[in-house]
């Protein structure tokens, strides 16, 4: 008797601790380092997955392609920062078996990126970028190839826009003559400018159009979403506070300095001056009009499209 006691006892024990066992998810993220690509280790700092009851599997990819590509295989429930111009070129061609939908807002208006020469360019601005010099950005459709196309079109600028890959393979390519104009995120190359290394010829926020259009979304995967739906949920929600937390706790600084390799005060200068926190808002994605109309001009698309269109496309899990 005293057997089959035990012997129960150990079984509920056994399913209590599966119920309670921390469901988990896998998220890829770009760029390693930066201010918005941090939510998940400030998350994870300040245990808010923990309290959410979930575990956070998550890595680093080069950015662009890669990080939408990570979902659209599987191999992660959620991909994070990824250019809206490419999501919305992906789900024309593939429609509503597209393997992913957008669930949140990553980042509305342009504010972090800048681009700038080496210190003896004679190149003083974009409009000064003479035909066939090359102006860098991350990769087609990202964030920053949208936001370089507007900032040329203001500026009519006649250089020639280049594919680089991430900021630090961009500071290369430009400090040793490869790229004539070099792209990139703060705090990264932020000292050099300080130091008189690079001169700064054009900063993202002065691309006024997209002020308040979504140009960063967070994708999940369709599977995910229809098997993992709550902890997607959950993961949003978290998310959320670890932006909250951001703004209000100095030790996000102290991770975000640690991280880049930069001094606390490069770190807080470049928060301060270049990342807005109404610019991580997630619950909507807006302007999307615009974005369509981008699209078209930037040739993502073929034909004008409405947000009609694409309404298949979104599923915002969790509005603040």
């Known amino acids: 008797m005293r057997k089959l006691i ?4 150990a079984l509920i024990v056994a399913a209590t601790n599966s119920a309670f066992a921390a469901e988990k998810l896998k998220v890829a993220i770009p760029q390693k380092g930066f201010w918005d690509s941090s ?10 997955f923990k309290e959410a ?9 080069e950015g662009g392609a890669q990080t939408v590509a990570t979902v659209v295989s599987g191999s992660v429930d959620i991909a994070l920062s990824n250019g809206i111009l490419a999501a919305i ?4 061609k593939g429609g509503p078996d597209t393997p992913y939908r957008i669930i949140s807002a990553q980042m509305t208006g342009a504010n972090e990126l800048f681009w700038y020469v080496k210190a003896d360019s004679p190149i003083k601005s974009l409009k000064d970028v003479p035909e066939g010099k090359t102006i860098s950005f991350s990769s087609p459709g990202s964030s920053s190839n949208l936001i370089l196309l507007t900032l040329m079109r203001q500026a009519g600028s006649k250089g020639k826009p280049l594919a680089v890959g991430g ?15 070099g792209w990139s995120v703060v705090p990264f190359a932020l000292q050099d400018e300080l130091d008189g290394k690079i001169r700064i010829i054009a900063r993202a926020r002065e691309a006024t159009e997209l002020q308040n259009q979504t140009i960063r979304v967070n994708l999940a995967n369709l599977n995910s979403l229809k098997t993992k739906r709550e902890s ?7 998310y959320q506070k670890a932006v909250d937390w951001a703004y209000t706790n100095p030790k996000a600084i102290e991770m975000f ?3 880049m390799k930069v001094s606390q005060a490069i770190a807080k200068k470049a928060v301060d001056e270049f990342y807005p926190k109404s610019a991580m808002q997630i619950g909507e994605v807006r302007d999307l009009q615009r974005s369509l109309d981008d699209a078209l001009n930037y040739k993502f698309i073929a034909t004008p499209k409405t947000p009609k269109d ?3 496309l979104f599923d915002i899990v969790y509005k603040p």
């Open 257 to 259: 300095a640690a991280n």
């Open 39 to 48: 939510w998940v280790e400030f998350a994870e700092a300040a245990g808010f």
């Open 167 to 181: 900021a630090p393979s961009s500071y290369t390519q430009t400090m040793t003559g490869q790229v004539d104009v």
């Open 6 to 9: 035990l012997g129960a006892v």
């Open 53 to 61: 009851g979930l575990e956070v599997e998550f890595f680093w990819t």
């Open 310 to 312: 694409i309404e298949g």
């Open 89 to 92: 070129n992906a789900y024309l």
């Open 232 to 238: 997607i949920v959950k993961f949003m929600q978290a």
